[in-house]
């Protein structure tokens, strides 16, 4: 995958987005429809399994002024070692988490995304980190993405599967399994790590 390309493509995306929204004739609609079209184009380049046209239809989708998604992800601890889960996308191990929905805080949308997706109940304690995703070294994606990590309590629950997962566990700071660099990175790990050790480090940004 060509990365500079999928972001050069996001960003047309975003101008073509914004545009469309603010567009006060048929004049500026049609061009920027086009600049959504090169963009999608752009993205289905850089994978040959991707149809363009079905690009310009998942972009349509995104309407408004465009912002960075938010994606929570819960760092939670047992006899020192970290609560992951399977994702059955790419095998990979990750935090549990994914996109905030509209209507949930972001520590709700945690406590949620974590027991959907491992079975247990938990409570937050502390915002460790705050992310732009692009200025750490995940994989690119169609999105910018900013990253909310928090450490929480365990309170309840078993583990269990879900439709996006097939493993959950608990993991050694030094024995972790391989992860979803989409997800979540090794460094992340360790200041997850760090932090419950640590409680009063202050909380990341950037």
């Known amino acids: 995958m060509n990365n500079d390309l999928l972001l050069w493509a996001r960003k047309l995306q975003a101008i073509a987005q914004n545009g469309l929204t603010y567009a006060v004739n048929n004049y500026d609609v049609e061009r920027y429809s086009e600049i959504r079209r090169i963009a999608a184009e752009m993205i289905a380049i850089t994978d040959p399994g991707v149809d363009a ?32 889960v399977r994702e059955i996308s790419d095998g990979g191990w990750t935090l549990p988490g994914g996109w905030a929905d509209v209507e949930d805080s972001p520590s709700v ?25 692009d200025r750490h070294p995940h994989p690119p994606i169609p999105y910018h993405a ?24 608990f993991f050694a700071e030094d024995n972790l399994p391989a992860l979803s660099l ?23 940004f950037d």
């Open 53 to 84: 046209q079905r690009v310009v239809e998942f972009f349509s989708r995104e309407a408004g002024h465009a912002t960075p998604k938010v994606d929570v992800r819960a760092a939670v601890f047992q006899d020192n070692r970290i609560l992951l």
């Open 109 to 133: 949308a945690a406590v949620r995304e974590t027991k959907e997706e491992s079975g247990y109940d938990v409570k937050v304690t502390k915002l460790v980190a705050a992310y732009d995703r």
């Open 146 to 169: 900013y990253k909310l990590f928090f450490l929480c309590e365990l309170i309840g629950g078993a583990a269990a599967n879900s439709n996006e997962t097939d493993g959950v566990d």
């Open 182 to 204: 989409t997800r979540t990175l090794p460094e992340q790990i360790t200041l997850m790590f760090n932090h419950h050790r640590n409680p009063h480090l202050k909380t990341e």
